[in-house]
């Protein structure tokens, strides 16, 4: 969209609705492409135009503290706001009994010509009725993109309406921008002003040569989130998280951080309006904002983002209505491009991201289309799925089809065989149903591709466990001295699962393929350029300060066109 181009797009027509049955598989391959353009807000698509001129009529001075969302929070508007409008009027309601960006600025799912901005309007993000505190009515939020952080050079503005249905949420889609280049941006609501969000698009064709990103996942609210203080000090081009973004726990009578919770954000959530609260207590951790602000994400979901270890339909007869409460809130709270917005309990998250011919990014989704878990006995059986068929052809598709130099999964649940840990300085290996060796026919379908097939580089990230885990993955597991395909970097969590071990530990353990194992808490960050992949893991010193330092305590690196990975 262009200066002068403004205009009021509802989104209303287009609303979830809990209907539980299957969904059409869509066509994947345009995930973050062509149908972005559907939901683009270009003028007059939706109902309720309105024209938007002129500058804003507040500015602020905007500086690296402020867009890292460290800066504190806007003044609140002492105003109130008083009867229904239609949404013509939404941009006419300036009312907030405080101040509405409390849960931050975001940008995800970068292309070549844009990205996806989100906010949400939440003055109050843990009112009990999960309202953010905002009545049910739809609210103008306008956006402006620059250039500089100064927004002396906006290159795109626009205005989106902020519904009831959808949590007061924005997922605004912005194009025309140039590839490869760094853009601010920030909201406006009535007079409320934004934290500045810093983004950036993808770069295109062969302009790229390096390029740095950072994966990490598990992110228990009841330790802090040290990692993310030191991740929005990082200068990187894009964030993946890898799921279990919120944790679907019962708080009981304990106060994470010493927080005085309110009752309602205490259970275990099952409705739309608890999973929101969970995610406004979630988003007061102002290091996770400031890295949302930092820089763009792409997120997925696992487990918890719903309940502990769920598969398609679980046995639980209320369990679609409860995956589509979760799914809601997760969509509403994440700059989701609107081609991942749910219909009931489904929404299209499996989707490829690409920066050039350098590196592609296929992120799966290994939650919705699998089969359930089974015992170690059962695990071979052919009929099972962890990614449904529609997903493995899309993955093997687009592995074959890719002409960038290195190929990577954005993955969940570990994919080399048994699951390892350390307890009281000792490995142990067993067996755990959720992971991809509960699910072998495709998991070895897919190490046999990439052994006959040979795609470029190809490298995993995954999360999960708890634990920094680096494997080599091999043609064949049952036979050790097969080739190696491909390597799976494992990235610990952020804060969950309590202190670990930070102890580096390379073995040599009983397995050939596994090469290093440690239980610190952080992300792993990745340089690669036309050469080299080179992956450090970051662990921070404890996760009881929210400003613990960090360390990288191991790099490990694999050269271009050569399997296996080697210490660096
Ligand atoms: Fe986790």
Redesign the pocket.
Known sequence: MRPGNDGVTSSRGALAMIRLRAREPESPDTAGRERTRVMSIHGNEGQGSVGLSGDWDRRRLVNRRRFLGLGGMSAAALMLGTGAVTSNQALARPFFSGDPFKLGVASGDPLPDGVVLWTRLAPDPLAEDGSGGLPPEAYGVRYEVAEDEGFTNIVNRGAVEAIPELAHSVHAEVDGLRPGREYFYRFKAGSEVSPVGRTRTAPSGSAVDAFRFAFA??Q?FSSQYSAYYNMAREDLELVIHL??YI?ENDFGDRNPRGMDLPGAVRPSPRTLEQYRLRYGLYKADEHLRATHAAFPWMVVW???DVVNNWFGENDDPNFLLRRAAAVQAYYEHLPFRANAKPVGPNAQLFRRATFGDLVEFNVLDTRQYRSRQVPESQAADPSRTMLGDEQERWLLDGLDRSDARWNVLGNQVPFRPLSVGLRDGEVVEKYLSDKWEGYLAQRDRILSFLAERAPSNPVMLT??T?FNDVSDLLADFDDPDSEVVATEFIGT?IS??GEGDSDPNYGPFEDPWRKFLNGGRGYVRVDLDRELLRADYRVVETIQDPTSPIDTIASFVIEDGRRGVQNA
């Open positions: 996942s598990c228990g799921g279990d944790y696992d487990d918890h999360g999960d708890h969590s969950t699962g």
